[in-house]
């Protein structure tokens, strides 16, 4: 493995999505240009909005005795990297992920969402050698609600596997198999070439 490849958080999403998109984007270098997508843009806003509001409040009922906000930090172990929104300190000793999404609050919480939590859980655990258990989402249209996920150890063994799937893609120029839901192709980017 190359030692100097690191992936982003967000491109877990991006392979949870289609494994594809990780061959376009890395492989051969076609931007998705997401910056022209609403939510993207919308999501952005969000995210400035909240840096600049309520920076000094602690969730009481979260018990959240400090936190830290808009955290970058890097798995030298794993070969990942994220900008984690917030990272809750809570009055058990533990830390949490906070991550803000502009999105409803269906009664379920998205795959993609908890695995994003799960690795930011994990960013947490290794540059800040705390113990991380669980993350919160919040969903900013449906005001603000906010889900715990708890981080069970399959969960994180599946995350981190899904980091190793990505690497292989990128650093050997695997073409994987596309996503078995058609209704994403719909919507995608990259329909257009993906054969």
Request: charged share 35%; hydrophobic share 30%; aromatic share 14%.
């Amino acid at each position: 493995m190359d030692n100097e490849t690191f992936i982003v958080v967000s491109d877990v999403i991006e392979y949870n999505f289609c494994p594809r998109f990780i061959y376009f984007m890395y492989c051969l270098d076609i931007p998705q240009h997401e910056e022209r997508r609403y939510k993207v843009r919308k999501g952005r806003e969000i995210h400035k909005i909240r840096e600049k509001t309520n920076r000094e409040y602690l969730r009481r009922r979260l018990n959240v005795v400090r936190k830290e906000f808009d955290v970058p930090l890097t798995s030298r172990k794993n070969h990942y990297k994220g900008l984690i929104d917030e990272i809750l300190f809570l009055d058990d000793g533990t830390a949490a992920p906070m991550d803000y999404k502009f999105a409803e609050y269906n009664e379920k919480t998205f795959r993609t969402h908890k695995y994003q939590s799960v690795l930011y859980g994990e960013l947490i655990k290794e540059n800040y050698n705390i113990d991380v258990k669980r993350g919160y989402i919040c969903y900013t249209r449906s005001n603000n609600r906010v889900k715990e996920i708890l981080f069970r150890d399959r969960d994180i063994k599946t995350a981190l596997a899904m980091i190793n799937e990505i690497l292989k893609i990128i650093q050997t120029g695997f073409y994987p198999k596309k996503t078995k839901y058609r209704m994403k192709c719909i919507d995608c980017c990259y329909r257009n070439i993906c054969v």
